[in-house]
């Protein structure tokens, strides 16, 4: 207990930046760097980190400088909302947050728009809180577990020779047991009975060390495919354990939450091969050069092992912490320059993103994640996904282009599920002003 409560006092004092001035914008991180999961949080959260220490050196966001506080979740949702709650009113109240786990997203999912403090899930969560009418204050940004689940069965189609050729096949559906794992599943079943594939629906237990009688399901289902929806370890004990299955990693496809670095060094040779989708496209990036010279040339980086630099969950803090301070900017056009801004004036700020191609080349990062331009309709902004693929010492893009699944079906559950959720909970859809 005293190691632990050493560590996230660590955590805390690593994550802050200097002491709370004026000009300071405050965020808050409940973040994980301790667990099954730390490998993700800790890549993720340094990323975002990161790029805020570099926003910070070149003079902050028109002179306004970036602060923030981390607090250790552990990937637990009741320690979530407890952390939430210790950072919301914390030097003068916390302007943004973002939990990192579809648990904790839904368990403050109500307080943020109570509290006025605009909850970003970048790439998972609740995927209907794209519908700003209904959840003004939450943004599943770039694209959301539905959308994935759609781009992944685009792919599969596309591979085997389009949506006509999926009807009779199997893809099983290997899922992390938790809110995170059933999440797409309203996306993935109504597909199935589209497109006339049947899907093969396998749980794990969190945290998946064990995974022997699910392969051997698989083993006897024979499936064409085989979605790995996994998270920490479930990854590359899946990995692993369908090498010695003798099922081919070419037939397995992974959620970006499986599909990090962290999931496929440590099954060795097995993980050649093996594809992943992502929304970050793996390369080199001006950005990174820029981090590696005036935040870790400094002494300021927040990674203990700059191998990480670069890396898939880096990659992806990095692609949050520009998502805020972009939002801020864009918040600052409209409330005024060189000011705080409330959690109101970001929220609008999100709302109005547009992160173009011309803004993506001034940042340094073209073509790292795809264009994002949100509105009251769409707090996702893209919907946009890619495929990598594992070639034994990397990751590389095997799809040129973003691809876009079935935005028309993602859009109708979207609307069914959101418009039900503000009849029970006696909401009147409208975008805020």
């Keep these: 207990m005293k190691a632990l409560k050493s560590i996230m006092l660590c955590a805390a004092l690593l994550g802050a930046y200097g002491q ?48 923030w506080e981390e607090c250790e979740t552990e990937y637990n949702p009741s320690r979530g909302i407890e952390c939430y709650e210790r950072l919301k009113t914390k030097n003068g109240g916390a302007t943004l947050v973002e939990p990192l786990s579809t648990g904790i997203a839904y368990g ?123 998270w920490g370890v479930m990854n590359s004990v899946a990995i692993k354990t369908a090498q010695r299955n003798g099922f081919p990693r070419e037939k397995m496809l992974g959620v970006w939450w499986a599909g990090s670095e962290e999931d496929t060094i440590p099954s060795g040779d097995a993980a050649k091969g093996y594809t992943a989708m992502t929304f970050n496209t793996p390369g080199h990036y001006p950005l990174i050069d820029e981090i590696r010279k005036k935040v870790y040339g400094a002494g300021k980086g927040n990674l203990a092992e700059q191998s990480r630099i670069g890396s898939v969950y880096h990659m992806r803090g990095m692609t949050m912490g520009i998502l805020w301070t972009e939002a801020i900017r864009t918040a600052q056009e409209k409330y005024g320059k060189g000011k705080v801004m409330t959690g109101e004036q970001i929220r609008w700020g ?56 079935d935005k028309a079906l993602t859009r109708k559950l979207l609307e069914e599920s959101s418009l039900a959720y503000a009849a029970e909970k006696k909401i009147t859809p409208a975008c805020m002003k």
Aim: glycine content about 12%; charged content about 20%.
């Design 20 to 67: 709370a001035q004026a000009a300071d914008q405050f965020v808050a991180l409940p973040s994980y760097r301790v667990g099954a999961y730390a490998a993700g949080g800790s890549g993720f959260y340094g990323g975002a980190i990161d790029y805020f220490n570099l926003v910070n050196a070149n003079g902050g966001i028109n002179g306004v400088k970036i602060l």
């Design 108 to 230: 403050i999912l109500d307080r943020v728009g109570v509290d006025k403090i605009p909850m970003t899930m970048l790439g998972y969560g609740r995927s209907d809180a794209a519908n700003g009418r209904v959840f003004p204050y939450i943004f599943p940004l770039i694209t959301s577990y539905w959308n994935q689940a759609a781009g992944m069965i685009k792919y599969l189609a596309d591979k085997d020779g389009g949506y006509a050729k999926l009807k009779g096949k199997k893809i099983a559906y290997l899922y992390h047991d938790s809110p995170f794992g059933k999440e797409p599943l309203p996306v993935l079943e109504a597909l199935a009975k589209q497109h006339g594939f049947e899907l093969l629906k396998i749980a794990v237990a969190p945290p998946g060390n064990e995974q022997q009688s699910q392969w051997l399901q698989i083993r006897q289902a024979n499936p064409d495919h085989v979605i790995l929806w996994g």
């Design 350 to 405: 999100l709302e109005n993103l547009d992160i173009n191609e011309a803004r993506q080349k001034a940042l340094g990062v073209f073509g790292m994640f795809p264009t994002v331009k949100t509105s009251c309709d769409d707090h996702e902004g893209s919907g946009a996904v890619k495929v990598q693929q594992w070639d034994g010492s990397k990751w590389v893009a095997i799809t040129p282009n973003w691809i876009v699944g």
